[in-house]
Structure formats: structure tokens, C-alpha cells
């Protein structure tokens, strides 16, 4: 059966792009959806041993494409290669331009918004949005009335930390294993997160029960991994392990905190509590979160960062909701 040169499924029949000369599946066959620009950028061609037949018009969007026979086996193929999770990339290594988030590269990323703007603005938009969904998550009046709203912004502001921190993780490694790896807006991303946003105002402005919010309004976008090896796991792994250590160093330090310092020892708990959260959300193995991959490399490791975050979490909430007679963060009476 012939296979589809995008996502490399077998299927009864191909169509034909007359832009890049490959053969897709149904479900790639509009140029956008199997990254037409990639291949017309590198100049690939492909050997044809046969005539294509007359072009059949699906609809407006589609009107580049043919309807085209089966592939001979000596056809060349580009081989598929996959990112770390967050976003696909389809090509190997060897056809990833020297910069493909520079305009010039001609490169169009599905799903990633101002993809060829740059990172720092990218950084800046997702960390205003991550703060954003903190302050209507943390808000409580009652903090307020006793002249401790500041909290509200101090735990907003490790929210981001523990997101930002996850992602530069991913992105270090990438680079320290040389793949090109930049933070990027996610279409799909910034949508939930406005939605969350509206929702949550909405619920403030109301006085309504604290609606649940996600805010994923990014990630970090690397370029060329092809396969569940050690560089894959490691790049994965970094997110969450960075959780782990901004998590296990906020736990000392709120411990170490006089108690005459409360809420401000309980609160910095609170944001290890945040990190060791967000860690093992990430460690579900599921989808485009880490621990889907980690789980596939290296069992053990997965184990040791699941159990690590979640005996943790339960350590630092069970001392936040302590008796005050046994608590590390309440003062004494």
C-alpha cells in the first residue's frame, strides 16, 4: 500500500501536491498541513516513473493538489522526524534550514503565532498572560481586607516563574545537544488561555465560584528530534525537573523562615507546592506533556520524577493544612 509522505501512514490511495511534487494522505493533502513550504524551500525533488493524471478540484483551498497513482518503490522519500512534543516537525534534520525561524528562511510553522517575531516578545506576551491568570487565580478578598494583597501578586509571580523556568528548561537542553529551539506563541494556546481569562474575570466581576483556568499560551518548539532516545528524554525531562529544584529550594527556605514571618513562610510553601504541581501534570504520560515520552525512554527515570514530585506535593500541602501545633509555618499562641 502506499504510504503517505508526511505522517508515513499506509493508506488505499495518495494525492498528489503539484507544489512539492509528494504524495499525501487525505488528511495532509492541503500544502499547509504537510508543510509545502519546507520542501519548496529546500529545492527536494522527487523521481517520478510515471505521467500524473489530469488535476481533480476538491474545493478553492485545494486547487494545487492531484489526484495522483500510488508510488513506485524507487521514489525518494523524505524521512519524518518529530519535535519534542509540543509542536511536529515532520522532516529530518539534514532538511531543517541553518535558521528556520528567520523570515528569510521561507518556512511557514503551522499553528505557532508571529512564529518568525522574536523570542523575547514571545517570552514577554506568555509571561504577561501566565501573571495574568495568576492574579484572578490567587485573588481572595480576604487577603485584601487584611492588607495582604500583595500575597495575590507574590504567588501570581512564582505561577509564571514555575512555567517560564519549565520551558527554559526544555529550550537549554535542546541547545546544549545543538538543536534549534526557540520559545513560541501556540495558536491553539493563547485561544484557551484568553478563554480562561475571560472566564475567571468574569466570575471575579460576578462574585461567582472560582472558575478553573488553564494558561498554556506557549512552548518551547524544537527542531529535529527524530526518535524516543537519550536527547529526547533529557530535553523532555528538564521541564520537570526544573519544577522539582525551584520547588525543593522555596520548601527550605520557607522552612528556614521565623515564624514570626507568617504568611510569608506559608506562602513561599505554597509556590513549592505551585512547582511540584505543575511538575507532575507534566509527568502524566499522555499526549504532548513530557512524561509521555519520558515514560517511552526510560522507565526508571520516570518513576524516580513522578514519585519525587508527588511524595513532595503531598509533604508540602499536608504542612500548609497542618494543626498549627505541628505546622512548620504558623506561629505559635
Same mark, same amino acid.
Given at each position: 500500500m502506499p504510504k503517505c509522505d508526511h505522517c *508515513?501512514?499506509?493508506?488505499e490511495e495518495t494525492y498528489f501536491c503539484s507544489q512539492c511534487g509528494f504524495h499525501y494522505c487525505f488528511l495532509?493533502? $492541503?500544502p499547509e498541513d504537510h508543510e509545502c513550504s519546507i520542501i519548496k524551500s529546500q529545492g527536494l525533488t522527487i523521481q517520478e516513473t510515471f505521467s500524473p493524471v489530469e488535476p481533480q478540484q476538491w474545493n478553492q483551498e485545494m486547487d494545487t493538489i492531484q489526484h495522483h497513482p500510488p508510488m513506485d518503490d524507487t521514489s525518494q522519500r523524505v524521512k519524518r522526524g518529530t519535535t519534542d512534543g509540543s509542536y511536529t516537525w515532520y522532516r529530518e534534520e539534514v532538511y531543517i534550514p541553518e535558521n528556520a525561524f528567520d523570515p528569510a528562511s521561507g518556512i511557514k510553522f503551522k499553528g505557532i503565532l508571529l512564529s518568525h517575531k522574536s523570542e523575547g516578545l514571545h517570552f514577554l506576551i506568555g509571561a504577561i !498572560? %501566565? &501573571? =495574568? %491568570? *495568576?492574579i484572578l487565580g490567587f485573588y481572595n478578598q480576604t487577603l485584601i481586607d487584611f492588607g495582604l494583597g500583595w500575597m495575590i501578586f507574590l504567588l501570581a509571580g512564582f505561577y509564571t516563574t514555575a512555567f517560564l523556568f519549565h520551558e527554559l528548561g526544555h529550550r537549554q537542553v535542546a541547545r546544549h545537544y545543538g538543536f534549534q529551539t526557540k520559545f513560541r506563541l501556540l495558536t491553539y494556546g493563547i485561544f484557551i488561555t484568553l478563554v480562561s481569562l475571560f472566564l475567571g474575570l468574569f /466570575? !471575579? !466581576?460576578y462574585e461567582l465560584p472560582? %472558575?478553573?483556568? #488553564?494558561?498554556l499560551p506557549g512552548a518551547v518548539v524544537v527542531l529535529g528530534l527524530d526518535k524516543i532516545d537519550k $536527547?529526547? *528524554?533529557y530535553c523532555k525531562a528538564a521541564g520537570p525537573s526544573i519544577n522539582l529544584v525551584y520547588g525543593i529550594i522555596l520548601l527550605v527556605i520557607s522552612f528556614i523562615l521565623p515564624k514570626t514571618l507568617y504568611p510569608l513562610n506559608m506562602f513561599i510553601g505554597y509556590a513549592a507546592a505551585l512547582n &511540584? =504541581? !505543575? *511538575?507532575s501534570f507534566n509527568m502524566i504520560p499522555v499526549g504532548i506533556l513530557d512524561g509521555y515520552n519520558i515514560f517511552k525512554w526510560n522507565k526508571t527515570i520516570y518513576f524516580l520524577l513522578v /514519585? =519525587? #514530585?508527588l511524595i513532595l506535593l503531598i509533604i508540602t500541602l499536608a504542612n500548609i493544612y497542618a494543626p498549627i501545633e505541628i505546622s512548620n509555618y504558623f506561629p505559635r499562641r
Open positions: *508515513g501512514n499506509e493508506v495532509h493533502v $492541503k !498572560l %501566565i &501573571f =495574568s %491568570i *495568576g /466570575s !471575579l !466581576l472560582t %472558575i478553573p483556568t #488553564l494558561a $536527547k529526547t *528524554g &511540584f =504541581s !505543575l *511538575g /514519585s =519525587s #514530585l
